[in-house]
Each structure stands twice: as structure tokens, then as C-alpha cells.
């Protein structure tokens, strides 16, 4: 399922965080972006049981109600000490005010003193077609988890993850130093593979 220059994209979702991020990354493929929020479409509920099953939730319902590809990301923080946690409920670990300073003093509280400190992200990316085509995309990077949480770059869970070969946490690093090595970009390198061509 290829997408052709000039084309129009959903980028179906309504965390600002990652829209900055989807939005950099479609930048150099020449296809008109405009986001769900942009839209009005609605927040579909996240019922899947794991990031693709999201994923694939959030690109269809875009894509239906703008009768447009859209592109979804699901993604999630999950902390080996804590059998994956909090996975694909990251979201919710910052409660309906979306705090994630509250997030991540559960997962420090959840973890206490444990020895194992692995943590990894994954995203999901899925486009789909309003005819319920759908293709989606993995990416991982792993590394550490760190208190207390350092850096303002980023959203999420970035101030307390340390990828694997870094001294830093995604929130101590630029836009384009996370995006090198990030989860999110990583699916978007086979995404982009797939389905964009390059001027
Ligand atoms: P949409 O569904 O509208 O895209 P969301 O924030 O609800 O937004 P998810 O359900 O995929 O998205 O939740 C994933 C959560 O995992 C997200 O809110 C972040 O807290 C966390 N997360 C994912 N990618 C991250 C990243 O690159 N850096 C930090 N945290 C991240």
C-alpha cells in the first residue's frame, strides 16, 4: 500500500507530542499532513489488548470519518521489573489529567529497589484506507529506566528512559537526537519503506 507525493494524511492522533514527532518525520515525502484534532474526529476508546489492535482501531476510525489514509501510532514504556507494565496502558498510568509526573512516580513506586532495571518503548504505526486496507509497523529501543526523571525535551515517559548507549534520557535530548534512535522512528523507517517514496 503505497502513498503518492502530494497525497493528504491523517495523522490520527491527539497527543501533541507525537504529532510533533509523526509530523517531522513525514516532512521530507511531499504528502499534506493534517491531524485528527485539525479535523474534530473523535478520541476512538483504546479496547485492544495489544499495540497493534490499537493501532489499527485508531487508523481505521480516522481514516472512516475523514474518508482519507490515516496513519496511527500506539505505542507504550514498559519496564521489565514490572512484567511489562505499564505497556499498553501507558496512558492511563497518568490518569484523566494526563500528568505524566504521576506516571512515573508509579512506576518508580511499582519498582522499588528491584535490580533489574530494563525498560524499552514500542511503537506501533498502522495506515489504513477508508476501504479497511491496513498495514502496520513495529519498532522497539530498548535501555534503562532512571530516577528522579531528567530533561524538558520530549512528553511521556522520556525523562526517565536512558537508551542503551547513551548517558542521557530521551528528555535530556534534542528532537533529532531522540528521533535517530527512537521506537517511533524505527517503525517509521520500515513504514516509510513500505509505503512513501522520496522526492
Ligand atoms: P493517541 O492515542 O491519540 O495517539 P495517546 O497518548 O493516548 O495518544 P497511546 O494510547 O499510544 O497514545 O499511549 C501511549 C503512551 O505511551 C503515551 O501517552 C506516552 O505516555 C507513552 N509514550 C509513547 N511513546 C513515547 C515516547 O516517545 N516518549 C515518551 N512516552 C511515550
Known amino acids: 500500500m503505497r502513498l503518492a507525493r502530494g497525497s493528504r494524511l491523517?495523522?490520527?492522533?491527539?497527543?501533541?507530542?507525537?504529532?510533533?514527532?509523526?509530523?517531522?518525520l513525514l516532512s521530507p515525502y511531499g504528502i499534506e499532513t493534517v491531524s485528527a484534532g485539525a479535523l474534530g474526529l473523535p478520541e476512538p476508546e483504546?479496547?485492544?489488548?495489544?499495540?497493534?489492535?490499537?493501532?489499527?482501531?485508531?487508523?481505521?476510525?480516522?481514516?472512516?470519518?475523514a474518508g482519507l489514509p490515516a496513519l496511527a501510532d500506539d505505542s507504550g514504556f514498559c519496564v521489565a521489573a514490572l512484567g511489562g507494565a505499564p505497556g499498553v496502558v501507558s496512558a492511563r498510568w497518568a490518569g484523566p489529567g494526563r500528568d505524566f509526573?504521576?506516571?512515573?512516580?508509579?512506576?518508580?513506586?511499582?519498582?522499588?529497589?528491584?535490580?533489574?532495571?530494563?525498560a524499552w518503548f514500542v511503537s506501533v504505526l498502522c495506515l489504513a484506507r477508508p476501504d479497511g486496507e491496513c498495514?502496520?509497523?513495529?519498532?522497539?529501543?530498548?535501555?534503562?529506566?532512571?530516577?528522579?526523571p531528567r530533561g524538558a525535551h520530549g512528553f511521556g515517559y522520556d525523562p526517565i528512559f536512558v537508551p542503551e548507549g547513551s548517558g542521557r534520557t530521551f528528555g535530556e535530548m534534542l528532537p533529532e537526537e531522540k528521533e535517530a534512535i527512537s521506537h517511533r522512528s524505527r517503525a517509521f523507517r520500515a513504514f516509510a519503506a513500505a509505503c512513501l517514496s522520496l522526492p
Not at 492522533?13 to 517531522?24: D, I, Q, S, Y
Not at 512506576?107 to 533489574?116: K, R
Open 135 to 148: 498495514a502496520c509497523f513495529t519498532g522497539r529501543v530498548d535501555g534503562a529506566v532512571s530516577f528522579p
Open 101 to 118: 509526573s504521576l506516571a512515573m512516580a508509579r512506576v518508580q513506586s511499582e519498582m522499588g529497589h528491584a535490580a533489574d532495571r530494563r
Open 10 to 24: 491523517v495523522v490520527a492522533t491527539h497527543n501533541p507530542g507525537k504529532l510533533a514527532e509523526m509530523t517531522a
Open 46 to 65: 483504546e479496547i485492544a489488548e495489544d499495540f497493534e489492535g490499537n493501532a489499527r482501531l485508531k487508523a481505521l476510525a480516522a481514516s472512516r470519518g
